[in-house]
């Protein structure tokens, strides 16, 4: 019955900027860790970026440090993630997840319990 619901992929050119949403329902993510994962063509699931249920803890992969930033809505139950000048390396389709794990870090392994069904994007050079 949980839902995740990715948007806001698309075709960007390198440099540019796009936002992702994930609107999530059927649980309320409030004291909820919120991921979100990438995977590109050939390659395995990577964590990108990962935020505590009050948003005051982050953390992301050492490639996109400084350009991307992820946030939260708790009470919308959403989560983003603004994805600034980014690069052909970037394409790839991007997951929204939960981690209904009760402790108090943010794992950046894919061992959340919902995901989403993935948006695309693509970075052209």
């Known amino acids: 019955q949980v839902q995740l619901v990715e948007s806001g992929g698309g075709l960007v050119q390198a440099g540019g900027t796009l936002t992702l949403s994930c609107v999530v329902s059927g649980r309320t993510i409030s004291r909820d860790v919120m991921g979100w994962f990438r995977q590109a063509p050939g390659k395995e699931r990577e964590f990108v970026a990962g935020i505590n249920w009050n948003g005051l803890n982050t953390d992301y992969v050492d490639s996109v440090k400084g350009r991307f930033i992820i946030s939260r809505d708790n009470a919308k139950n959403m989560v983003y993630l603004q994805m600034n000048s980014l690069k052909p390396e970037d394409t790839a389709v991007y997951y929204c997840?939960?981690?209904?794990?009760?402790?108090?870090?943010?794992?950046?392994?894919?061992?959340?319990?919902?995901w989403g069904q993935g948006t695309q994007v693509t970075v052209s050079s």
């Open positions: 997840a939960v981690d209904t794990l009760n402790i108090n870090r943010i794992r950046t392994t894919p061992d959340y319990d919902y």
